[in-house]
């Protein structure tokens, strides 16, 4: 079983930033490759950005290149989505997902190639 817990969520005006965290309690962090994902009311789940497991790739969406980073200490079991330059339409519950199985050094832009994800957490961006 594999456990995560998102924080960092908040509430902030357009142009500010925030740091989501997502901690992992699994014992093998270090083989997972992480995602993070969003979900607006009304719309379908959405990538943002993915990291491998040992973290020398990176993936980024659209909407996420320019304004975010996606990054990993796996001495802490955590990985991270830096947002800077936030716009209304960013409003959405981010959640972090794991994909324990995977064994390449990628990591998947796609929610079903990820097996556990978190309860999510809130970003609200005020015009």
Do not use: H
Not at 93 to 119: F, I, K, L, N
């Amino acid at each position: 079983q594999v456990q995560l817990v998102e924080s960092g969520g908040g509430l902030v005006r357009a142009g500010g930033s925030l740091r989501l965290s997502c901690a992992a309690s699994g014992r093998t962090f270090s083989s997972y490759a992480m995602g993070w994902f969003r979900q607006a009311p009304g719309k379908e789940r959405e990538f943002a950005a993915a990291i491998s497991r040992n973290g020398d790739n990176t993936y980024y969406e659209d909407f996420v290149k320019g304004r975010g980073t996606i990054s990993r200490d796996n001495a802490k079991n955590t990985v991270y989505l830096q947002m800077n330059s936030l716009k209304p339409e960013d409003k959405a519950v981010y959640s972090c997902a794991a994909d324990p199985a995977r064994d390449s050094d990628y990591a998947a832009a796609v929610p079903w190639e990820y097996g556990y994800w978190g309860q999510g957490t809130q970003v609200t961006v005020s015009s």
